[in-house]
């Protein structure tokens, strides 16, 4: 019972100035006005070129992102958000298959880019050889000169046989072309 009482006191004084205080800084209702505050907004930094972290290979600038730059990038592309959220049996794409990842940009701009890549993994729990499972296709739309773009690579190799995309290339192309783009292919190699 006393601590209630303490506690009642307690707050009662630590309420009171607060109440005292908001009462002495506001005459009336109708003599409060807005307070307007001015907040001065810098431009956004210029991206950098080159593009911190990338290799250049000739006109073409290419970066292979770590999976939590993957998801920062995804978070302001629409795109790749959409990709990454495709399912298959349920299961986000990149949950069921085997992914991988890369950023590319180009000096003058590319009327559209073809990227390749292997799938590779052990052949078996048992046999600790690397070998080579299938490869990767993918066909992506124009982009800007100096345009960082970050392109999904998709097999259809399962995720739970841990094989890694790796040997990506990246063609920057200046002419038009007859295929379907965007697209990816996946095509096993039967051994």
């Keep these: 019972m006393i601590k209630r009482i303490i506690l009642l006191l307690l707050v009662a004084t630590l309420i009171a100035p607060t109440a005292e205080a908001a009462s002495k800084s506001v005459p009336s209702r109708h003599a409060i006005t807005p307070v307007k505050k001015k907040i001065n907004l810098s431009p956004s930094p210029s991206p950098t070129w080159p593009p911190k972290g990338f290799k ?63 799938v590779v993994g052990q052949t078996s729990v048992d046999d600790k050889t690397i070998k080579v499972f299938g490869n990767i296709r993918t066909t992506i739309k124009e982009t800007a000169a100096r345009q960082v773009t970050t392109v999904l690579l998709i097999s259809q190799e399962p995720l739970v046989l841990r094989h890694a995309v790796s040997g990506i290339t990246a063609n920057c192309h200046h002419d038009a072309t007859t295929e379907k783009i965007p697209s990816t292919i996946y095509q096993p190699v039967t051994n």
């Design 56 to 118: 250049k290979n000739g006109e073409v600038y290419a970066k292979i992102p770590t999976a939590q730059e993957l998801i920062g990038t995804a978070s302001n592309s629409k795109v790749l958000t959409r990709q990454l959220a495709q399912l298959v049996d349920g299961v986000p794409i990149c949950e069921k298959y085997s992914c991988g990842a890369v950023q590319l940009a180009s000096l003058n701009g590319c009327t559209w880019w073809d990227i390749t890549a292997k």
